[in-house]
Structure formats: C-alpha cells, structure tokens
C-alpha cells in the first residue's frame, strides 16, 4: 500500500470515530439502561451462549455501552468470564485474559480501564466466544476500535487458521454503531462474526463455526 493511501484511510478512519463517539454520548441515561439490559435477554435466546464454556468480555469504559449485566447473568449461570489485561510491554499489543473470581482485586490499566490484578492470564484462543467493544461495524462485519488495535493484535493469528475458528468474535454496541457504508478497512483489521445490540443478534457473511444456530436477524 502507498504511504499516501495509508494516510487517507487513516483519515476516513479517525473521521468515523469521531462522528460514532458523538453518537454513542447523544444517547440518555434512560436508553443506555434499556440497551445494557436488552443485550442480556437478546443473548438468551442464542444456542452458541449455552454451549460455549469460556468468554472473554471487557470492563465498559466511557460512553461504551455497559456489559456489566451481561457479564453478572453469565456468571450466575456458571461460565467463566474472562477479562482483558494489558501485556506488559508498551509496544506489545496481543492482550492476556484473566479469569473473574468472586474475590478478584481491581487494579487500573495505564488507559484508566479496570484490570483483574492478579492470577493466570490465557490467551483468546483459548476462549470460546470473545466480546469485543468498538465504535462502528457495517453489515459485512467490519470493525472500527478506538485506535488501539489491541484486538486487531490479539486476534491475528485467526488469519492462519482455514477451518477451526475459536473464538467467536462477537461486537457488543448500540446500533446506532452501524455504520449503512462500507468501512475503511486495513489487511490488519480483523472482522466479526457476529454483533449483539439492544436491536438483536446480526451475524454477518464471514462467520462459519456456529452455522447451526438459528439466524436472529436485527430485531
Ligand atoms: N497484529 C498486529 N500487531 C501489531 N500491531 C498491530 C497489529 N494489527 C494492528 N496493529 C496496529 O494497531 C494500530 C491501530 O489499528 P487500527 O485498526 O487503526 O485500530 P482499531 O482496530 O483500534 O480501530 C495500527 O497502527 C496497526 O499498525
Ligand atoms: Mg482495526
């Protein structure tokens, strides 16, 4: 890729993430409530859920929207959550997941995020069904974070894998976070296979390992 290309399609990129911050923050107190719960009871009702074990979820920072309910209900159904701990090297990207206990100890991320403070950190693939949070996906599965590229590096070694596909990327977001075009999109940006929003499950073309489960459309 031209340096020049690059340049712009980091512009497009930054361009987005401003206007989907904006669209996230407009939304009331009152309709974040609604949305954090929504997305538990939509998750319910998804065969992948109850038979998957292992799920990496996130701590919702800023206007994200809040998984902690679904985090909650996954718990009292005896899964194990999973959480992101940043590596230890500033320049390294591909992030630990540790497990949440009841007597976990919090400590905060050099990003102000919550982090699990101590125990035996896995790898996503590892993990069953992995949460990422973002700031848009289009309909082909497409994600845009926050800049990072945390996941896009914890994730990349999906793109050797032909077959066996573990864990399944799910986007959580309000689905005001759709984005009707196509995203810029770098060779390192990894896709999703499916997005949860207060609207339903969508689960896009790109996604094979859970073919068998019942296709909820955004409702
Ligand atoms: N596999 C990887 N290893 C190391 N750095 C990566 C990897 N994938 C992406 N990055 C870096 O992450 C940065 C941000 O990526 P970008 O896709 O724009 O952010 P985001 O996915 O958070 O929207 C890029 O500068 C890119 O070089
Ligand atoms: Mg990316």
Redesign the pocket.
């Known amino acids: 890729m031209l340096s020049s290309e690059f340049s712009l399609l980091q512009e497009d ?1 930054s361009r987005l993430r401003r206007r989907m911050r904006r669209c996230r923050r407009d939304l009331s107190v009152f309709n974040r409530r609604l949305a954090a719960r929504a997305i538990v009871r939509h998750v319910l009702h998804e065969g992948m859920i109850w038979r998957s074990r292992r799920f990496g979820l996130f701590v919702s920072h800023g206007a994200e929207i809040d998984v902690l309910p679904l985090i909650n209900r996954l718990f009292a159904m005896g899964k194990s959550v999973y959480l992101p701990v940043l590596p230890r090297g500033l320049r390294q ?1 591909r992030l630990w997941f540790t497990r949440l206990e009841t007597d976990t100890r919090w400590v905060d991320n050099r990003f102000g995020i919550p982090e699990i403070a101590a125990g035996q950190g896995v790898r996503a693939r590892d993990l069953d069904v992995l949460c990422v949070p973002l700031l848009a996906y289009d309909s082909h599965g497409h ?11 914890t994730l ?1 070694f999906l793109r050797q894998r032909r077959h066996w596909r573990r864990p399944f990327l799910l986007g959580v977001a309000y689905a005001c976070q759709r984005y009707d075009e196509r995203l810029p999109c ?1 060779p ?2 990894m896709a999703l296979d499916a997005v949860l929003t207060e609207k339903g499950v969508e689960y896009f073309p790109n996604f094979r390992r859970f073919r068998c489960v019942n296709r909820l459309t955004s409702r």
């Open positions: 990129k990207k994600r845009l974070g926050m800049g990072g590229g945390f996941f896009d590096a990349a770098d390192w940006d």
